[in-house]
T-cell receptor, first 114, second 113 residues
Framework: EAGVVQSPRYKIIEKKQPVAFWCNPI?????LYWYLQNLGQGPELLIR????????DSQLPKDRFSAERLKGVDSTLKIQPAELGDSAVYLC????????????FGPGTRLLVL | AQSVSQHNHHVILSEAASLELGCNYS??????LFWYVQYPGQHLQLLLK??????LVKGIKGFEAEFIKSKFSFNLRKPSVQWSDTAEYFC???????????FGKGTKLSVKP
């Protein structure tokens, strides 16, 4: 079974530029998560989707971050414009959904903003 | 707000030594508890989880964890570590059945051959 796929794996951009990350969850997984992981920290949830609906985006900085999950499968996370402090690893995870489900993580996209 | 504390930032052990990594959380209600591991260059993987029942949970690769409700703890243990256990270990807690996963800051384990 293929795992969660993310691209790109690495991205270097200059501040104020836009950037987008893509995630393809495990087939059949209805719930998709985007996490931010800063150096030396654990992952922090940015947004959670149930199918195509964003059910929790309370931690997403909506002035510069946006996300979509059209058709309830793939998802894209965008930052526009990027700031120096956005340098981090952006993780995507998916789960089947339901009580106590396990989240499966992708390899992440490491972003460096110069 | 829910918080998860991992007491050790970096643990260095020799092979065959015993391991215990601490994890405490702040939520007083029903929780689901997880330990994830991230080997060098790899993605986060589930090591073990606790939802209900026997508080002593066995995971992959000889790891186990014990849920002690009165202490709000879910410590990870392994009787004899191997060099291949070198990785970063994250404790995570989920409030109830529908809450979001809250991670600790992680503990880096280095095992000397």
């Amino acid at each position: 079974e293929a795992g969660v796929v993310q691209s790109p794996r690495y991205k270097i951009i200059e501040k104020k530029q836009p950037v987008a990350f893509w995630c393809n969850p495990i087939s059949g997984h209805n719930t998709l998560y985007w996490y931010l992981q800063n150096l030396g920290q654990g992952p922090e949830l940015l947004i959670r989707y149930e199918n195509e609906e964003a059910v929790d985006d309370s931690q997403l900085p909506k002035d510069r971050f946006s996300a979509e999950r059209l058709k309830g499968v793939d998802s894209t996370l965008k930052i526009q414009p990027a700031e120096l402090g956005d340098s981090a690893v952006y993780l995507c995870a998916s789960s089947l959904g339901g009580l106590g489900e396990t989240q499966y993580f992708g390899p992440g996209t490491r972003l460096l903003v110069l | 707000a829910q918080s998860v504390s991992q007491h050790n930032h970096h643990v260095i052990l020799s092979e065959a030594a015993s391991l215990e990594l601490g994890c405490n959380y702040s939520y007083g209600g029903t929780v689901n508890l997880f330990w994830y591991v991230q080997y060098p260059g790899q993605h986060l993987q589930l090591l073990l989880k606790y939802f209900s029942g026997d508080p002593l949970v066995k995971g992959i690769k000889g790891f186990e964890a014990e849920f002690i409700k009165s202490k709000f703890s879910f410590n990870l243990r392994k009787p004899s570590v191997q060099w291949s256990d070198t990785a970063e270990y994250f404790c995570a807690v989920k409030e109830g059945s529908q809450g979001n996963l809250i991670f600790g800051k992680g503990t880096k384990l280095s095992v000397k051959p």
